[in-house]
């Protein structure tokens, strides 16, 4: 699939995006008010020579889509260099297969970057590597934490309710406690991505 003037046109900006959610709107709000940007990103993507297009596909109901779009549109807000086109994943089949995760899984969200010649620099797929390092790490911790909540290859939905509650509890915790330095790994992901264009 070609990337062109035409397809961009297709895509929508990030309220238009929120505005089309049938879910999950709040939460997304929530986390871009809660993004902190470092200020040095921020001069990096502010010193770019000129500004770089990136396709975002998204759906409202996936996690990473809730946890990491609002950061890449403060970052855009924030700096003016980054021209940012949603697409629903489900209605643009052929974008999806461009960035497979692993070449096969369709993970979401994707942050594909472009230079102003429409020459792909290269894609965020779903999170920062670093990121679900961390929570897998993190989360067996959880669950080594106490014994009642059994195996980490197991479905929670076999624990008792409380029990279940009490694990879900722990692993949103964590996941609230990551998010500043998640986000920051976001940021960085990005920046890594559109370092050639710095110099370009």
């Known amino acids: 699939m070609t990337i062109d003037a035409a397809l961009l046109a297709q895509g929508m900006s990030y309220e238009q995006?929120?505005?089309s959610m049938t879910r999950n709107r709040d939460v997304v709000e929530t986390n871009e008010r809660a993004v902190a940007l470092d200020p040095g990103d921020v001069a990096f993507f502010k010193a770019l020579p000129r500004p770089l297009t990136v396709i975002a596909l998204a759906e409202d109901w996936c996690g990473d889509v809730i946890a990491n779009l609002p950061v890449l549109a403060r970052l855009a807000a924030a700096t003016g260099k980054l021209k940012v086109?949603?697409?629903d994943k489900s209605k643009h089949p052929d974008l999806m297969k461009r960035w497979l995760n692993q070449g096969k899984f369709?993970?979401?969200p994707v942050f594909a970057i472009f230079d102003e010649g429409l020459r792909e620099l290269g894609a965020l797929i779903e999170r920062p590597a670093s990121v679900t390092t961390k929570r897998a790490e993190a989360r067996l911790a959880i669950y080594a934490s106490d014994p009642s909540f059994g195996s980490p290859e197991a479905s929670v939905s076999d624990l008792?309710?409380?029990t279940r509650e009490r694990l879900?509890?722990?692993i949103t915790k964590m996941r609230?406690?990551?998010k500043p330095w998640a986000d920051a790994e976001v940021?960085?992901?990005l920046r890594v991505i559109a370092r050639p264009a710095a110099s370009a």
């Open 106 to 108: 369709e993970s979401i």
């Open 168 to 170: 879900m509890a722990a």
């Open 176 to 178: 609230a406690d990551q």
């Open 160 to 162: 008792p309710d409380e």
């Open 187 to 189: 940021v960085r992901a």
């Open 85 to 87: 086109h949603v697409f």
């Open 17 to 19: 995006f929120k505005d």
